[in-house]
């Protein structure tokens, strides 16, 4: 009997020689455990603060940042994921995807190939440049919207005021639009129509 509880003892006291802290479970390739971490994967090095998971590939998590995944460097702030590729993600920008590299304000998507999303543009697809003021969606080939533009498609540069279309053969004079003839334009005064009778 108390040969048993000799042999428990001492292989309980070797499975614990080094635990410190809170830290329940520790897997291989984990060399320390601080805090609040439940658990630490294979390839991390360090966990500090309030992380729960930080897989393979990650060297760093400080603050709220619940997962940061293979590539990612480090996560500051309140940007709950950040995938491989981007390296910085700071301020409300919930997610930013292979190739953006910064984002800034209230832009909640910014896909490969856009640079900068400044104002209130929620979209920004492969090619546009730069989105300023309330522009919903500029597609491929648009490089500028300014002013209220709702849509710019490919090849249209620039828009600033909306232009109200005619026919095509239609003109105007002084804002009241008239219709030309094929010679002498053709007025809206017809009072040829109308003749006195005594």
């Given at each position: 009997?108390?040969?048993?509880?000799?042999?428990?003892?001492?292989?309980?006291?070797?499975?614990?020689?080094?635990?410190?802290?809170?830290?329940?479970?520790?897997?291989?390739?984990?060399?320390?455990?601080?805090?609040?971490?439940?658990?630490?994967?294979?390839?991390?090095?360090?966990m500090k603060?309030?992380?729960?998971?930080?897989?393979?590939?990650?060297?760093?998590?400080?603050?709220?940042?619940?997962?940061?995944?293979?590539?990612?460097?480090?996560?500051?702030?309140?940007?709950?994921?950040?995938?491989?590729?981007?390296?910085?993600?700071?301020?409300?920008?919930?997610?930013?995807?292979?190739?953006?590299?910064?984002?800034?304000?209230?832009?909640?998507?910014?896909?490969?190939g856009a640079?900068?999303?400044?104002?209130?543009?929620?979209?920004?697809?492969?090619?546009?440049?730069?989105?300023?003021?309330?522009?919903?969606?500029?597609?491929?080939?648009?490089?500028?919207?300014?002013?209220?533009?709702?849509?710019?498609?490919?090849?249209?540069?620039?828009?600033?005021?909306?232009?109200?279309?005619?026919?095509?053969?239609?003109?105007?004079?002084?804002?009241?639009?008239?219709?030309?003839?094929?010679?002498?334009?053709?007025?809206?005064?017809?009072?040829?129509?109308?003749?006195?009778?005594?």
């Amino acid at each position: 009997m108390c040969i048993f509880i000799g042999l428990g003892m001492h292989s309980h006291a070797g499975a614990w020689e080094r635990g410190k802290g809170e830290s329940p479970s520790c897997n291989g390739g984990a060399k320390s455990m601080k805090g609040e971490s439940p658990s630490c994967n294979g390839g991390a090095k360090s966990m500090k603060g309030e992380s729960p998971s930080c897989n393979g590939g990650a060297k760093s998590m400080k603050g709220g940042s619940p997962s940061c995944n293979g590539g990612a460097k480090s996560m500051k702030g309140g940007s709950p994921s950040c995938n491989g590729g981007a390296k910085s993600m700071k301020g409300g920008s919930p997610r930013c995807n292979g190739g953006a590299k910064s984002m800034k304000g209230g832009s909640p998507s910014c896909n490969g190939g856009a640079k900068s999303l400044k104002g209130v543009a929620p979209s920004c697809d492969d090619g546009a440049k730069s989105l300023k003021g309330v522009t919903p969606s500029c597609k491929d080939g648009a490089k500028s919207l300014k002013g209220v533009a709702p849509s710019c498609n490919d090849g249209a540069k620039s828009m600033k005021v909306p232009v109200r279309r005619y026919p095509a053969a239609e003109k105007s004079i002084n804002g009241v639009p008239f219709r030309w003839g094929k010679a002498t334009p053709q007025l809206s005064c017809k009072c040829h129509r109308f003749s006195i009778r005594l």
